[in-house]
């Protein structure tokens, strides 16, 4: 921030609801800084699923800004999850994305440690050296169905154990402790991370920029509702469809329904199974399943997609045939790390069961377009022209949800 | 022609990437062996947690007594812990 900018709480303090953010929010260094400490530090992070570490001693680090943790699976089959830094002289313990190790032993002076944590061999060191003072600093984690969530705080906020209650029963039919990962894709974001957040939670865009993905998806389903009376026979299609979907998958005792937390809780998150155009069974290009096994025990294949978005950092889509999930990580001020996770039942085989690249050619093509997208608002936002701009009340609420969760957690991490 | 090697009389371990050959005496490791001949491998815990002298196994038989630096999938890949095998027949090592 120049001199002449207001410091953060007068910023959070004279954001106007109902409008894009100030500049700084997506460009300024220290408020970079104040979103990894207050947000990325103190909620509910989603960073993979655990098929990425299914057996014992597998390990998955993952970055968040300046937060480096690493997620392993113990003996016990249980997740753990520990600040990925030797308690040595402070080396980075696991290099690689993803691995298999007996024991977590850092690479410079082999100091070694259990999968719970625990120093278990610090060669060279005192007689009197205390092991159990220099265990790995443990981070909170938790898995939702499947869903990997840390949380870096020293107390992590209780109302995850809501969220998984109650999106519990929606995504376990999906099975994804049953699933593999069939392709991962990071994308770097030329624009900061509420960018892409931001550009996610609405589908006022969609229609212009998206041709494979409305192919399957109804922006209605994203908080598009315009009014008009096309705009409004489309929105009757759409609520038709909703009802017949919710009304087969009540009868398969399979939950539907929206619920919708983004802004009132600290861990805000949003579900809902939509209805797919045509075929009605997946976000591809045809609408129909790109994988010939079902996920878990499902044998309809017509479930159309369940979304499941939480603060501050994930979107997800739960099909009958496969899985796609979105996590952002903020890298600089303005770029961010887009990962994205494409799942299929286990026993599936690829080229037989299905073809990868029809598997992500919805996707695939999307998320360039949304980054193109990004990296415009990006541009823009850095100039000297820029003046926040107002949402459409009908088409961008979910945005302002958003914005309006980071204002009021930002204002509380000043607080506390 | 000298008797076959037993646990009694020790074995011959070769490293093939050094093209050493070293006795190994009765009761002694891989690691300690080599030791023994002045020769330089990675090792830290000594006690089968670090993996540092994890190795490939080209052929023969150990004994290894690991604590948990090693994975099932790892030994069924023909790797060892040096530090904590000992010779149950000749060996060749890829060191």
């Not at chain 1, 970079?32 to 570490?53: M, N, S, T, Y």
């Not at chain 1, 005192?126 to 969530?149: C, K, N, T």
């Not at chain 1, 701009?389 to 609420?397: F, I, R, V």
């Not at chain 2, 020790?10 to 006795?23: E, K, M, N, W, Y």
Request: net charge negative; proline share 5%; aromatic share 8%.
């Amino acid at each position: 921030m120049t001199d002449s900018t207001p410091k953060l709480p007068g910023l959070l303090a004279r954001r106007t609801r109902g409008m894009t953010l100030e500049a700084p929010f997506y460009t300024d260094p220290a408020i970079h800084h104040a979103d990894l400490d207050l947000i990325f530090a103190r909620h509910w992070i989603f960073v993979g699923v655990e098929p990425e570490i299914a057996e014992p001693g597998d390990v998955m680090s993952v970055d968040i800004g300046n937060h480096a943790v690493l997620v392993a699976r113990d003996d016990d089959m249980e997740l753990r999850a520990f600040h990925n830094v030797c308690r040595h002289r402070g080396a980075r313990l696991i290099e690689a994305r993803h691995d298999s190790v007996g024991n977590i032993v850092c690479p410079y002076h082999q100091w070694t440690y259990g999968l719970d944590g625990a120093l278990r061999h610090a060669g060279c060191m005192p007689r009197d050296f205390q092991a159990e003072r220099h265990g790995l600093r443990h981070v909170h984690v938790r898995s939702l169905e499947g869903l990997i969530f840390v949380c870096l705080a020293e107390e992590a906020p209780d109302d995850f154990e809501d969220m998984a209650r109650i999106v519990g029963p929606y995504i376990a039919p999906h099975g994804i402790t049953r699933c593999k990962v069939a392709h991962t894709e990071d994308i770097v974001e030329p624009g900061n991370w509420k960018l892409t957040m931001e550009n996610n939670r609405e589908c006022y865009h969609c229609s212009a920029a998206h041709p494979e993905l409305t192919r399957s998806i109804f922006a209605e389903g994203f908080g598009f509702a315009p009014v008009g009376a096309a705009a409004e026979a489309q929105a009757a299609r759409f609520q038709a469809m909703i009802g017949d979907l919710h009304a087969r998958c009540q009868l398969r005792g399979i939950p539907s329904g929206e619920i919708e937390h983004l802004a009132d809780r600290i861990t805000g998150f949003r579900t809902e199974r939509l209805p797919l155009e045509d075929a009605g069974e997946s976000e591809t290009l045809d609408t129909r399943v790109a994988c010939k096994k079902l996920l878990g025990d499902l044998s309809e294949t017509r479930l159309g997609a369940l979304s499941f978005w939480t603060q501050p950092n994930s979107w997800h889509h739960f099909m009958s045939d496969h899985i796609v999930t979105f996590a952002v990580f903020p890298l600089t001020p303005e770029t961010a790390l887009l990962r994205t996770t494409w799942l299929v039942h286990q026993d599936a085989v690829e080229g037989v069961d299905y073809d990868l690249s029809n598997l992500t050619a919805v996707w695939h093509a999307t998320n360039a377009q949304d980054s193109a997208l990004v990296g415009k608002a990006a541009d823009g936002v850095r100039t000297s022209g820029y003046r926040p701009g107002p949402y459409s009340a009908d088409t961008e609420g979910l945005v302002e949800k958003f914005c309006a969760w980071y204002i009021d957690r930002m204002q509380a991490g000043l607080a506390g | 022609m000298s008797e076959s090697p037993t646990p009694e009389t020790g074995f011959t371990i070769s490293f093939s990437v050094t093209g050493r050959d070293v006795q190994c005496a009765p009761g002694n490791t891989v690691l300690e062996a080599a030791e023994l001949a002045g020769l330089k491998l990675p090792f830290s815990c000594r006690e089968g947690m670090c993996a540092t002298c994890k190795s490939k196994l080209v052929s023969g038989q150990v004994d290894m007594q690991h604590k948990g630096g090693i994975r099932p999938k790892e030994i069924a890949a023909g790797k060892i812990l040096l530090c904590c095998s000992r010779p149950l027949s000749d060996l060749v090592v890829e060191r």
